[in-house]
């Protein structure tokens, strides 16, 4: 364990001796990453905020995400609608008439859970007929909440004595937990209200 502790000691020394140059890198990997979907993006979130801060870590991971989310999905719908164009259209028309009043919220809530793998996330967008827009503002509020705790955590790691009196409920704690139930209500109510 001490070793991966001198080794991550080593990349952040190099961080700080070419900051600027870093971050650059860092940005240009994390978005060639999203873009592909791949998994593994928890950790690489966790590491903005390990070398980078919580702040600069939380933004560097959300505009690569947004962004490599964007871009894997046009790709995905592209392709999808040259292979299987009679399908997708049905089954996205479909979607979008059961979604459409209220699609913003819809897809916010779908980027708030965090259970389905990204590449799963984008390849289902990527079959509905919503906007750039709508895409990034829904990827950019939905994801916040957890890319900004992973980012902390990440910065908590900094120090290994705050990693043993680290308890999870520094990062879960009943404001966090109330702001998102908010959230998620407010989101459920205007879904209701465009329905009538």
Not at 35 to 44: A, E, R, Y
Not at 105 to 125: A, D, H, K, W
Request: avoid cysteine; proline fraction near 3%.
């Amino acid at each position: 364990m001490d070793s991966v502790f001198n080794f991550l000691d080593l990349i952040r020394l190099q961080i700080e001796y070419n900051y600027f140059f870093s971050i650059i890198i860092f940005i240009l990997f994390l978005f060639v990453y999203f873009s592909f979907s791949l998994p593994g993006n928890i950790l690489l979130m966790v590491s903005a905020g390990y070398f980078f801060g919580v702040y600069i870590g939380y933004l560097i991971s959300i505009i690569t995400l947004v962004l490599g989310s964007l871009l894997f999905s046009l790709f995905s719908s592209f392709f999808l609608k040259k292979i299987f164009p009679t399908l997708i259209n049905k089954y996205s028309t479909k979607v979008d008439q059961y979604i459409s009043k209220s699609s913003i919220e819809y897809l916010i809530i779908f980027r708030m859970i965090p259970g389905p793998p990204l590449m799963f996330q984008n390849l289902i967008l990527s079959l509905l007929k919503i906007t750039k827009i709508k895409f990034i503002i829904s990827s950019f509020i939905g994801f916040t909440p957890l890319v900004f705790v992973l980012a902390f955590f990440g910065h908590q790691l900094n120090n290994f004595n705050n990693l043993k009196n680290f308890n999870i409920t520094d990062v879960f704690s009943i404001e966090f937990i109330l702001f998102l139930l908010l959230i998620i209500i407010f989101l459920a109510i205007r879904i209701l209200y465009k329905k009538k």
